[in-house]
């Protein structure tokens, strides 16, 4: 164990203890009489003076020293009672800290570093023990306090775990605390008088991974757009690196593909998420891959046990998992022995008597008349009693009607009712399906065609007798296989089954097999009626799925007899319309249509239903929707495995992604559209039986045989055409049918003949040469994967929008850059920390590039006070508001990147009258609403007057009478009026109140404020007589005494805040606005502008250079702390927007 460091002589200890290793720092001692060979009376007299020295407790019998060269003080640092254990401490010393410790120059540095290091190692040790002891323990809340006082998140942000580590600056190491919360990674450090904070987003990491540099054998380094960082130094970096996998893939993947994916219950509130919740997914998502189950299902225990297997007389040692509707087994030594159970399938469960030769047993009994054991079982008694609520729910939901017919061949007879385990003949399986069978089925079954259509498959020349010969073996093998292992869902799987079926399976049981395989069987078994009832309900429809189904039908094999006849269209059509009808988050897929026409050659309609089911659902999770992520993550695996196995191809394609684009349709369509068909289902076999681990083996294996000529290609176009001639020319020398040619027959007139490669062989050497991916590691290579994918469409979305913005606007491209990182951070802030969260409405990775992340009113508002150069101060919400409600086209209450950064272009680079007219809108409907809560504004004196002469004087002593201006300016307008794009409705008294308090607003503490209060008040003046020119019938009691003089005197004092408020008196009454005779006096946008113009103050104020990098900046350091401040002081009911 670790150890507080203490400082001790070593030379008052010479006597006591031997020292056995050394290194430049660390000394590792041993307890002088320990260990020693014929050392009995030494080890004797040294216990006895431990036990003088310390009463308390035995001097543990080896230790390891700090030691700093130079120095005879040492510190002691951990202790261990074994060698083993304290050898595990030195290997950590060695490989974490021992290398680190040359980058310090000074002494005391090292000292202090290593005494920090061991220090916090002994504190995460006792938090590490008392999580285990409670749920909440008191060192996890102390973290907790201080996490919250240094990164200052709102309440909403979780945290759920934390760690001692280093952070790599450069070649030096700072020692500090590493926070994980929901949604961000954070590390604080206060070393030799520094302090460090970082704080990065989940969905800001472009990668995670384990790596090592020149000093560590192992760290941690995480990638964003801008930096790499190292952390190190983890007391267990195995559990450090899967717990921010987990945080980081569940996190992406809801914010940043929230189009298909489900939380599991548990996390479906992120703010309950607890590190024992993610320990929980991660087992899950390993039980329910490894045994290729539906998502729904739930883990419950994991335990030791061992499994009585027949075929090797003994009991096989392994894991038992149980779940809502399973139980399963796994053998420790992978691929020997595993087993599916689905409680549907399952009669009884009986805890047989405790002996010492069984010790714990159990006894599962299902309904083929077969019993599987299980011993060594802890807490058996909890286990079974669990096991038994879960099979009488599953009973009840799903009731089990046995089959009283014995001569039934029916297929699910076949799979479920099987009578006897000790059969010498499997002659149902040896039949696609007998004539008593089909004359059954035809009266049970409500569809036109419910039997497979493989009897279009042996409609032509007549197979070879060797074939059939070689079939026939086949299916004895098969035969004598199922009675030794068992013939239904719950037979056992090992390393001989994956032989046969490497070998291919026999045509007349390919299609049951695949059924049990995938487990698709249960579903069948589970739901009576339901593929019928989908079928009633979708065929007739149309939308834009159905659309797409038709018009690919007639695509899929369109080689092959079953599929040039309406019988076989039509099914294929009610099984692809019925899927889509049950899952329209899919939908329908390009290259389901293949997929599904292969299974119904093999199995009846109902059956490759379930089989499409088990397929899109279960085993290629995510790769039939909108953006096929699945297998653009499969992709990215498999350009890494190209690395890892075949690294010469890889050094010469320099851009592997070529190769993942080429291999695309191998996934997709499980190599059905690029391998004639006879081939291709015999890697459909494997993929039943093995999942997506048997397409990454043989896409290898493919490479492999062609890496010679692929390494001599010059181009992708010359690589594509070497793969595409051999995978066309791949033959099934075993296949009784006759040959049916792949979509792509390239090559076919070639002088020379081409070599055909069997795809036995083909399948065999894909096993030898690359089967030792296990599910664990594929599994962790998608997780690593996924978030590269994601960024990598988030990066495409930028690009996308930027593409279409830069040519509109004159914002330089590196500042909208910038300006896209902070619209798209108020997006995921909103989606961090409100409730309800708001993601579903505002991202949708369907939708055009441009529209895919939008931000509200409020998120606005702050994005407006960051970076407008409009600020004015109070007023600058109010300002947002309007501006907000002015690009809000369509009123659904969101905006857009393109209209959020039109409006800022023209606050920054537009000309004046562009700005003036920006302006002139804001101060209109729909901007300017009747309840706007600043349009009620108080003034001294509510109405305007226009009886203030029109002549000022300058500074100089000149006078300029605007008076004679007047008309000539009217008129002037009055012909331009006709040139205008579009006339702007004109401006009300009530309106032009607001439009001039806002240009007071933005005047404020400008440093020519004095000069731009005067101007304004001049303008102000000459717009009032304009509007009673434009008057078309004077109202008695339409002006008061001298608004504009009551405008000026508003005007703020440098020292003032605000410019429109009155502190003394109450608001005016509302009806104190002569609101029916307002609409007489009106102004336009011309009047405005040419009246602005006659100012130059105003005129220099509208068309100086602004810059929005400093906002920029600024932006980047304050968004954070400006969302967190609204979160802890969320706004009063009273100011909530209008309208909105």
Known sequence: MWLKPEEVLLKNALKLWVTQKSSCYFVLQRRRGHGEGGGRLTGRLVGALDAVLDSSARVAPFRILLQVPGSQVYSPIACGATLEEINQHWDWLEQNLLHTLSVFDNKDDITSFVKGKVKALIAEETSSRLAEQEEEPEKFREALVKFEARFNFPEAEKLVTYYSCCCWKGRVPRQGWLYLSINHLCFYSFFLGKELKLVIPWVDILKLERTSNVFLTDTIRITTQNKERDFSMFLNLDEVFKMMEQLADVTLRRLLDNEVFDLDPDLQEPSQITKRDLEARAQNEFFRAFFRLPRKERLHAVVDCSLWTPFSRCHTAGRMFTSDSYICFASREDGCCNVVLPLREVVSIEKMEDTSLLPNPIIVSIRSKMAFQFIELKDRENLVEGLLVRLKQVHANHPVHYDSSPSDDDMTSSVFYSTSMCSDKFGDLEMVSSQNGEEKEKEKSPLPHPEPLTVFQQSGCQSPDSRLSREQIKISLWNDHFVEYGRTVCMFRTEKIRKLVAMGIPESLRGRLWLLFSDAVTDLASHPGYYGNLVEQSLGRCCLVTDEIERDLHRSLPEHPAFQKETGIAALRRVLTAYAHRNPKIGYCQSMNILTSVLLLYAKEEE?????????????????????????????????????????????????????????????????????????????????????????????????????????????????????????????????????????????????????????????????????????????????????????????????????????????????????????????????????????????????????????????????????????????????????????????????????????????????????????????????????????????????????????????????????????????????????????????????????????????????????????????????????????????????????????????????????????????????????????????????????????????????????????????????????????????????????
């Open 608 to 1140: 490759a239903f379930w089989l499409l089911v088990a397929v899109c659902e279960r085993m290629l999770p995510d790769y039939f929707n909108h953006r096929v992520i699945g297998a653009q993550v499969d992709q990215s695996v498999f350009e890494e495995l190209i690395k890892e196995h075949l690294p010469e191809l890889a050094e010469h394609m320099n851009d592997l992604s070529a190769l993942a684009s080429i291999s695309l349709s191998w996934f997709l369509t499980l190599f059905l559209s690029i391998m004639p068909l006879e081939s291709a289902v015999n890697v459909v076999d494997c993929f039943f039986y093995d999942g997506i681990k048997a397409i990454f083996q043989l896409g290898l294996a493919v490479l492999e045989a062609n890496a010679e000529e692929l390494c001599s290609s010059k181009d992708d176009g010359q690589a594509l055409m070497i793969l595409s001639r051999f995978l066309d020319h791949i033959k099934n020398e075993d296949s009784p049918g006759p040959p049916i040619g792949s979509h792509h027959a390239f090559f076919s007139d070639d002088q020379e003949p081409y070599p055909v490669t069997d795809i036995a062989d083909l399948i065999r050497d894909s096993y030898e040469k690359f089967g030792n991916q296990s599910v664990e590691q594929i599994e962790h290579l998608r997780c690593k994967h996924r978030i590269r994918v994601l960024q990598g469409h988030e990066d495409t979305t930028k690009q996308n929008v930027l593409r279409v913005v830069i040519p509109e606007v004159s914002i330089l491209p590196e500042d909208l850059d910038e300006l896209y990182d902070l619209f798209k951070r108020a997006h995921m802030m909103s989606c961090y920390w409100e409730h309800p969260r708001p993601m579903p409405l505002r991202h949708d990775p369907s939708r055009p590039y441009a529209e895919q992340y939008r931000i509200d009113a409020r998120q606005f508002a702050h994005m407006f006070q960051l970076v407008s150069p409009w600020t004015c101060g109070v007023h600058t919400e109010i300002l947002a508001e309007r501006t907000f409600r002015l690009l809000d086209d369509n009123m659904d209450q969101l905006m857009e990147f393109k209209a959020f950064v039109s409006c800022l272009d023209i606050m920054y680079n537009g000309e004046m009258n562009e700005k003036i007219k920006l302006l002139y809108r804001l101060h209109i409907p729909p901007a300017l609403t009747e309840n706007d809560r600043d349009s009620q504004s108080p003034l001294k004196n509510p109405l305007l007057s226009t009886s203030r002469p029109l002549v000022l004087g300058k500074p100089n002593g000149d006078t300029i009478d605007y008076q004679k201006q007047l008309k000539q300016m009217i008129k002037d307008l009055a012909k331009e009026k006709d040139k205008t794009e579009k006339e702007l409705p004109k401006m009300s008294q009530r309106e032009f109140i607001q439009f001039c308090k806002t240009l007071y607003s933005m005047f404020h503490e400008d440093p020519e404020e004095n000069e731009l209060y005067q101007a304004i008040a001049t303008v102000t003046t000459l717009l009032l007589q304009i509007g009673e020119v434009g008057q078309r019938s004077s109202s008695s009691g339409s002006c008061s005494q001298e608004c504009s003089e009551e405008l000026q005197a508003s005007a703020p004092s440098p020292e003032q805040d605000s410019v429109f408020v009155e502190t003394g008196k109450p608001p005016q009454d509302p009806r104190a606005f002569p609101e029916a005779g307002e609409g007489d006096w009106t102004v336009s946008l011309e009047h405005i502008l040419a009246s602005l113009l006659t100012e130059q103050s105003l005129v220099n104020f509208f068309e100086k250079p602004l810059n929005i990098k400093s906002k920029l900046e600024n932006a980047k350091l304050n968004q954070y702390s400006l969302k967190a401040l609204e979160m802890s002081h969320p706004p009063q009911p009273e100011l909530k927007l209008n309208n909105l």
